[in-house]
């Protein structure tokens, strides 16, 4: 028996809206037209927003139900609250739909049976480090069980090669947590077959140091969050990581190569590079390997991993991610001419400005 895992950032699943944000009166535009009076301004903005985020949550629905996964890690989640209003409201219903059209003709008790495969019963979001309070959530048809491990300080890899230096210079010290939002561990059983699923948001490639590079200025921050969660892979399989089955996927926020040819300033050398876990995304061809593109720098790149242990990898050596891609805007250069949902737009609307990565595995007793 096989399970399908999925993994998708769906951008700012908020439920609350955010009034924080400092806008000179110059500033004070909402589409076209500019608002004088904050208070009004903030008011049509949030009108705005929300006409805005129902055409993308309908957008992301379509791409979440395409994925069709037994399992999907989440990332940007906002609550609990918004989970169970984006599934209510927008994916059940696309849901509902498919059920319908592929069990005509089916007896009751089938129909019954038969909706475990289609619906999401089972909806989690976990608090994490986050300042901005996005999370990372599951989807799942069959129950899961979850452990946060926001709580992890960097006393947890104070035997790791840390760029020290570049930490102190940002304030950071070993009594911190080390993860930016969290890395949430996920276990089930697959057909007899133990699985363990660690669900990453990684860093943000935010411009905050000598460098004036994203990439470069944030890498000691993703390396510390990579080398914990190997180090929780570890102590999880007691010397054997490499034998057990289990899965690290998520947005990463960092990339190893650029259609193949290898990039600068990688965080993830220590979750790829003695081959700890296997990304079979290298199974797809060089220049279309991506899940993101970065208008600023024409890019186009892999952020969203779904890395398998070595075990769970040679028992499926013919495993090819599947990248959904019709959820992206028209401004993609490499999908100039391919197809899209329902009135996406040049920027936006968009389903999210990353793809679900999803694939089918066979989990080894």
């Given amino acids: ?18 009034f924080a944000g400092r806008v000179s009166r110059e500033g004070r535009v909402v589409g076209a037209y500019a608002v004088a009076d904050k208070a009004d301004y903030e008011s049509v903005r949030m009108a705005f927003e929300a006409v805005a985020s129902d055409d993308m949550r309908q957008l992301t629905a379509l791409a979440l139900a395409d ?18 209003v984006f ?50 959530g599951v989807l799942s048809r069959e129950p899961v069980a979850l452990k946060s491990n926001a709580g992890l300080t960097y006393d947890f890899i104070a035997d ?29 059983v697959v057909d007899g077959g133990p699985l363990t699923i660690f ?19 944030s890498q000691p921050l993703r390396a510390a969050e990579v080398w914990a969660v190997r180090k929780l892979i570890e102590q999880r399989f007691a010397g054997a990581p490499r034998d057990a089955n289990w899965i690290v996927c998520g947005d990463f926020n960092d990339f190893c190569e650029v259609d193949g040819t290898p990039a600068r300033h990688s ?62 805007p028209w401004r993609t250069p490499r999908l100039e001419n391919a197809p899209r949902y329902p009135r996406i737009g040049w920027a936006r609307p968009k389903a999210s400005d990353h793809c679900p990565v999803v694939i089918e595995l066979e989990v080894p007793a």
């Fill in 67 to 84: 994925a069709n996964a037994d399992v999907v890690c989440l990332q940007e989640v906002d609550n609990q609250q918004a989970l169970d």
């Fill in 160 to 188: 790791a090669p840390l760029d020290w230096v570049a930490l102190s210079a940002r304030n950071i010290k070993r009594e911190d947590r080390i993860l930016r939002r969290d890395c949430v561990a996920m276990d089930c």
């Fill in 267 to 328: 965080a993830l050398g220590p979750l790829l590079a003695d081959g700890f876990a296997i990304d079979p995304m290298s199974r797809r061809a060089a220049n279309d390997r991506w899940t993101h593109y970065y208008p600023e720098g024409d890019a186009h790149v892999q952020l969203d991993y779904i890395l398998l242990s070595p075990r769970l990898a040679a028992a499926n050596p013919d495993a090819v991610p599947d990248v959904l891609r019709k959820g992206l």
């Fill in 1 to 18: 028996m096989s399970i399908r895992i999925a993994t998708f950032n769906l951008e700012n699943l908020y439920s609350r809206f955010d």
């Fill in 87 to 136: 599934y209510s409201n927008y994916l059940h219903p696309v849901l509902r739909q498919r059920f319908a059209q592929a069990t005509k003709g089916w007896s009751d008790d089938a129909r019954k049976a038969g909706d475990t495969r289609f619906f999401y019963d089972h909806r989690h979001v976990l608090t994490g480090n986050d300042t901005r309070g996005i999370d990372v």
């Fill in 199 to 217: 669900n990453c948001h990684f860093k943000s490639m935010n411009p905050n140091g000598p460098h004036r590079d994203g990439r470069a200025d």
